[in-house]
């Protein structure tokens, strides 16, 4: 099967479970038990900008910044409980909050693989506690989605790795979250939106959801 073919297959049984596509009323069903994930998109895009971020790390006051990191992460239905445990252990070791907040902010807003390692490096820093190792790729990517959801992606590994091999893309899969992996995942999915009929005019978020419903 051609890979135009794979994408439209996609499309297709989309269409199949939800005739009406985005105004199918199972689909909207769906996106309501969802809907506390577009809360953590305000609040990431109104509290993670460069002003506030540098202004919290030259002050030191980093309370409002751990705060809404908090937020974003129990508001995130792509995180599960666990991940969830694991980063609020995380963020209550007060010595990682400095240098998480100035990888955050580099990430968010300096994008790049030094950037990307730096961050997962920083998110790993408690690993020797099973319970508060946050570098996990749904922690790591969720802020990234949240804050730009047009440019970034959010990688939940079972499910993403499904959509690779349906597609017949290698997307350099490691457990441990990676630039070259992250690179992978955000160019299948902009290449799917930029193939699909369905998701040609949404955001990452919403495409992935498209392709994430159909394996």
Same mark, same amino acid.
């Given at each position: 099967?051609?890979?135009? #073919?794979?994408?439209?297959?996609?499309?297709?049984?989309?269409?199949?479970?939800?005739?009406?596509?985005?105004? #199918?009323?199972?689909?909207?069903?769906?996106?309501?038990?969802?809907?506390?994930?577009?809360?953590a998109e305000a609040l990431c895009q109104r509290e993670l900008t460069r002003g506030k971020l540098d202004a919290a790390l030259e002050s030191g006051k980093l309370a409002d910044a751990t705060q809404a990191c908090r937020q974003i992460i129990s508001l995130a239905t792509t995180v599960s409980t666990f991940e969830k445990i694991a980063?609020?252990?995380?963020?209550?070791?007060?010595?990682?909050?400095?240098?998480?907040?100035?990888?955050?902010?580099?990430?968010?807003?300096?994008?790049?693989?030094?950037?990307?390692?730096?961050?997962?490096?920083?998110?790993?820093?408690?690993?020797?506690?099973?319970?508060?190792?946050?570098?996990?790729?749904?922690?790591?990517?969720?802020?990234?989605?949240?804050?730009?959801?047009?440019?970034?992606?959010?990688?939940?590994?079972?499910?993403?790795?499904?959509?690779?091999?349906?597609?017949?893309?290698?997307?350099?899969?490691?457990?441990?979250?990676?630039?070259?992996?992250?690179?992978?995942?955000?160019?299948?999915?902009?290449?799917?939106?930029?193939?699909?009929?369905?998701?040609?005019?949404?955001?990452?978020?919403?495409?992935?959801?498209?392709?994430?419903?159909?394996?």
């Amino acid at each position: 099967m051609k890979t135009m #073919d794979r994408y439209a297959a996609i499309d297709a049984d989309f269409l199949v479970r939800f005739p009406g596509g985005f105004q #199918d009323p199972d689909w909207i069903a769906l996106a309501r038990k969802h809907k506390s994930y577009a809360k953590a998109e305000a609040l990431c895009q109104r509290e993670l900008t460069r002003g506030k971020l540098d202004a919290a790390l030259e002050s030191g006051k980093l309370a409002d910044a751990t705060q809404a990191c908090r937020q974003i992460i129990s508001l995130a239905t792509t995180v599960s409980t666990f991940e969830k445990i694991a980063f609020r252990n995380f963020m209550d070791n007060r010595d990682l909050n400095q240098p998480f907040i100035q990888a955050l902010r580099d990430v968010l807003h300096d994008f790049g693989p030094a950037s990307f390692e730096t961050y997962v490096d920083t998110l790993a820093m408690a690993r020797t506690d099973p319970k508060a190792n946050a570098a996990k790729w749904p922690i790591v990517s969720c802020f990234l989605a949240c804050f730009d959801p047009q440019r970034h992606v959010c990688i939940k590994p079972t499910t993403v790795k499904k959509v690779a091999a349906r597609l017949g893309v290698d997307i350099h899969y490691q457990s441990r979250p990676n630039y070259e992996c992250y690179e992978a995942v955000r160019r299948m999915v902009l290449d799917f939106r930029s193939r699909s009929a369905v998701a040609a005019d949404v955001d990452n978020t919403l495409a992935q959801a498209v392709m994430y419903c159909t394996v």
